[in-house]
DNA sequence: CTGAAAGCGCTAACAC
DNA sequence: GTGTTAGCGCTTTCAG
């Protein structure tokens, strides 16, 4: 900036306000200064900028996802950055693949750079570290599922009364016998499915068969082995619902087509299947820009109690998921 | 800091020698720190110490893609930010869309931040724009495809003799009339696998009809659109090849069952279609971390002349490639 | 082992 | 319209 001056002939004061343009510079000084400018490829220093500036924004924001490879968490971070470049903003990428740990050190990371907000998929634990952060200013927007020990805006699905009706429908198809692969019911958007396959089983009358029920798979190939163990018991289920869409493709690589199936999430190619397979979908663009939204609200000024927004969900019956069960 | 400093009663300079370890101070001392810091919630701004450190590095390396929703996008995201995590870096991630203005801005912005380096997926048309950026010490490595105008390293696959081959065995089993649905030839990715195609026509003695090839889509609709056109041709192909993963989708949506097809990339479910899927399949993970291990390589000083490494493919033959053509 | 002074590149606040 | 001064929060350098 020193050298731009020095070539424009001026004070590094004007080449600042030419740089930033608003101020008024007159029109062949702001040339000489767009010159040199041009002459020596300067780029103003956002990082000093920042320094001086303490008190405006970063125009960073952080995304902490479980991890951006899964296809609705890509589908948030490519929602969300198109509301930060919108907004003048730059966008961090985490990924904690699940460990709170892991996840403290990448938001910490994340804060030191003061990143004006924090667009959040919480790992299971709680999440008392974020006060300070919170304290000194951040802002945070829980996606998927709200964050324990922490009271922010979220933006999140109803995952218990989504997982409750498919069940409910199963059930009423005939299946008495329906299994449930899923992730982890510590990490709240699974417990809530999980919970809200067992509520539809006590109101259906169905036991809880420990058997049926796959806890803490976190990949396909494992989903697979569940369902493999599920198909040999003596009295294997009919139906089977999948937590999610990783776990789905794993159920699917070793289902019989005949097989009662429901996934949730929605995935690519699920209308190819034979059976199309009937899915739970929600809208990950759709929540991301919400929840993205509501960040930048909050950045700039919003201080309404955090509230949580339930976006819907549709039960898309593709053909898998209506297939009788034995009682029907 | 300066709370800090004053709570434990010492020193801003002992205070930072603790906060950053390394240096020698008494245990007493940097116990007195610790507490301080803890009590006040104190956190290093990387801000202010970049400013002061500005001929080391910041620690954040840029990414930009042309969308992280894409499946292969969401790999590489997710392979390259595994890499700078390990390495102490965080990541910034942008999509250009494949656009180049876009692009450019996004760089910009990550430049302004001093980004030690940026993995690119370039988009179409010439980057010398990114030469101050180079010229000012931003290291640059190019994945998925080189960037014109650009002497950088690029991790890339042989995607003229990946389709070249693809192709070839198609005519080999007897198909004459062999469509093709790809993005933009503009786009050095595609335009590679597009002269592969009209290379192993040409090879194996067939024409090249424009009204078989689809160029420049950009979504799963147009490529569905593209073949459903092809498919009411009076004479029709008996074989198609899409050009990659979204493209191969929309194909799929509108293809009958028993049209032999390949697809560029692999994915998930590929095996579970009738018939599974014939893929070329490329290493996403693979390509992304060795194209950050080559970029932070060069932040931490390698000069050597920049190198293009060329990764396998492999083509994963499922069945819907090997189906035979009219003439076989 | 600890502290004081200076300055990173920029801009707020105030002169002129 | 333009320049000067000071200081953002930290670390480098040098002194004790």
Partial sequence: MKDVAAEAGVSAMTVS???????????RTAARVVAAVRKLGYQRDDVARQLRRTHELSQIIGLLVDDVADPFMAAVASAAEDVARQRGSVMLIGSSRADLSR????????????????????????HRFLRPAQAQGTKIVCVDRAAPGLNVDAVVVDNFGAVREAVRRLAARGHRRIGYVGDTPRIRTFGE???????????????????????????????AAAVTGMLALPDPPTALLAGNEILAFGALAVLPAGHAFVAF???ALADRLTPPVTVIAQD??????RAAHLLFARIHGDVAPPRTVVMPTRLIERGSGELPGPFA
């Fill in 103 to 126: 996840e403290r050190e990448v938001v910490a990371a994340f804060t030191a750079r003061r990143v004006d907000g924090l667009i959040l998929v919480p790992a299971a634990g709680s």
């Fill in 284 to 289: 990950p663009v759709a929540l991301a820009t």
């Fill in 17 to 27: 306000r030419v740089v930033n343009g608003g101020a008024a510079v007159a029109p």
């Fill in 193 to 223: 499915r999980r919970r809200g396959y067992l509520a539809a089983l006590a109101a259906a009358g169905l036991p809880a068969d420990p058997a049926l029920i796959g806890d803490g798979l976190r990949s396909g190939p494992q989903a």
């Fill in 265 to 267: 999430d929605d995935f």
